[in-house]
Each structure stands twice: as C-alpha cells, then as structure tokens.
C-alpha cells in the first residue's frame, strides 16, 4: 500500500481516538472536555504539518518516478515548499532534462546515420545474433541484384546472388575482394558492432569495379598500342623485302620452291599482322550511337545469321520472344556483334548436338542459354579479364569485347552456369 494510504488510515485511527476521547471526558463544559478538545486540534495540526512536509513530497516524488518509467522525459515536478524535498524535486528535473536532450541527440544521431546508410554508395548488410539479415541498404540490394522481401530474415547462403553466396564464406573480422561473374569486383569486409551489451555482425561492400576496369584498360591500351605499333612496322618491312626478292627470284631458273617458302613467310607475316590487329581492334572500341531498338528484330536477326554454324553442329537454335518487350537505347551494329560472339562462345561451349535458347524477358532483359559443358566456380570470376581464354588457342578478346560494349550501353550482365546445368549469359538495359 502507498504511503499515502497509509496517512489516511492513521487519520482514521486518530480521530476514533479522538471521538473517544471526548465521549469519555464527561460533559460539555468541564476541564477533560476541553483537554480533549485541545487535543484533537493539536493532532489535526500535527497530520497537516506531517501531510505537506512528508506525505505530500513523497507522493510527488512517486509521481515523477513513475514518469521516469514511463519514459516521459519531456514532464517535470512541481515544487512542494518544503526544503529538503524541493532539492530533491530540482535535482530530478534537471536529470529529466538531461535525458531528454539525450534521447533527442540519439534520435537525430540515429536518423543521420540512417539517411547516410541509405544513400551510401557502399553497401551495408545487417546481420541478427542469428545470421539472419535484419537491414540492408538501397546499394546493397542492388549488389546483391534482389530486393528486400527477398531478403529480410532470411540467411545469405539461402539467397539466390553469387555477391551472397562469397560473403557468407568471408570469416569474422577479415576483409576480401570479390570478383564474379558479371566482371564486378568488390571490396568486402566483415565486422561487428556492439548494440545493448551484444556484437551485431554487418557486411560493408565497396565496390572496387570502376578503379580496376580503368586500370587495367589503361595497362592492357598500353601495352597492345606498343606491340601492335612494332609488330606492324616489323611485318611490313619484312613483306617488302620478301615482295622484292621474290620478285627477283621469279625470273630465275629453279627458284620456284624458294619463292613458294617466300610467299609462305609472307602471308604468316599479313597473319600476323591481322592477329595483333584483332587486339588493336578492342581498344578502338567506337562511341555507340544510340537509337530506339527493338531487341526482338536484333535476336531474329542474329538467328538467321548463325542458323547455319548451328546446322553443321547439330545444335538446335529456338527463340523465346516477349512481345511485350520494350524498346531500348542501343547501337544496332556494336550490340549485334555482341549477340553474335555471345551465341558463338555458346556454340563453341556444346561443340555437337545440343540446344541454344535466345530468350527476350519484359521489359528489358535477354537471355541466350546453352547445355554446353557449364562454368566452374573458379574461371566465372576470371572470365572478363583481359586475355582470360578457356579455350586452348583462344587470345580472352572475345568477353572483353563483349564487356566494353555492354558497359558502354549501360547493361548489367552475367554468365554463369546454374544449379539445372544451363548456363546463362543474362544482359538487363536499364
């Protein structure tokens, strides 16, 4: 019971003694009368004196303890005129005080870091005591190409990204770099923060992708502008000179297997030549001309184009055409040349009797699937790197070709070999 319950059942107790006391003081008038009287004055005095200087201020002071866990930091207690209680009272407001320009300056520190983490350009993944991911940011969504009913609650090893499947391998407190199919490189780093007495493990994704393509096209210019510059200077001196003495020779008596090893050296030097002039080709990239296209014309286009490479392989082409497909901002003549390679590669991965499926996907997705021999984990994340070739003669022109005009058309792109043994080349125009 409160103590003001308990003041209250004392002044019933009292003034019952009280009533008592002046029944047994005999008749009005007489010297007990009065004494009782007296008495009852002096008590009731007494228990208001005790009321304001004790009751009153514990009550309020209960009062205030009772806002404290409520958490109503924004109220305050009214002075009570007794010393020692207001002191009390003061002491209590300024701490109410303190908390609330606390809790405020805590929101909107929390709301800053809220508006930075959502338009960081680093992905944040937030991770519960469980591995469950409880908060990811716009940019990290996006890395991981799935959106937040996707992945709210759910593990990153249960989420369909090839970004989740390497972070869920990254240990506690070590930083890795990521490369994956899509030629995207990511700098990851895998930490924890401490919420309430408990570590909350958080993935921080930087994208690295920009800085090491720049790098390496500006490596890889370099060093294909100079070997090209004296591989073509070399070859045509050399082709002269051999023009020259096999004219020369021509006119001799018995020189015509010399000449035969002359115009044999000459047509290895114009291979030669075309060779390194393929490489050249890569870094001389046009600028595409956009216009409105309708991916569906392309994708038929293309078909018809490689029908007959298909034919002499047994290889079935089928189309799967959405015709609510819209249009998009392409350059015919580079993005059909990507299309090719990219149906030729597919070719090339089932050599004799299988299946290419070119499909279109509303509103701005293409497909070209295979049940070619797939992509190991290991070379998805080599496959755009400048000269990587699966192939035993290949030069890796083709993917980086095939790279720099998908990039230059603003498309996200992947090539991997899914869990039904398919393997995609998925191109989306934004």
Known sequence: MRLKGLFFILVLLLSGIAALLVYLAGPAGSVYFYLAEGLILAVLFYLIVFYRKIVKPLNTIGNGMELLREQDFGSRLRSVGQYEADRIVNVFNRMMEQLKNERLHLREQNHFLDLMIHASPMGVIIKTLDDDLSQLNPMALKMLGVSSEEA??????DIDSPLAVELSTIAPGTTATVRLNDSSIYKCTHSSFIDRGFQHPFFLIESLTDEVMKAEKKAYEKVIRMIAHEVNNTTAG??????TVEQALAETEGMEDICEVMRVCTDRCFS?????TRFADVVKIPEPHFAKVD?????FSCKRFMEGVCMD???RLRLELDEALAEVMADVALFEQTLLNIIKNAVESIDREGEIVIRTVAPRTLEVVDNGKGISREV?????????????NGQGIGLIFI??????????????TYNDGLTRFRISFH
């Open 380 to 392: 998805e994340a080599k496959l755009f790197s400048p000269f990587f070739s699966t192939k035993p």
């Open 295 to 299: 991916l569906n014309d392309v994708v």
């Open 272 to 276: 030669m030549s075309r060779f390194i």
């Open 152 to 157: 709210l609650g759910r593990k990153l090893s």
């Open 238 to 243: 050399i082709t002269s000179t051999l023009d």
């Open 403 to 416: 790279r720099e005009v998908l990039m230059h058309h603003g498309c996200s792109f992947s090539l991997r």
């Open 313 to 315: 392989r047994n290889i």
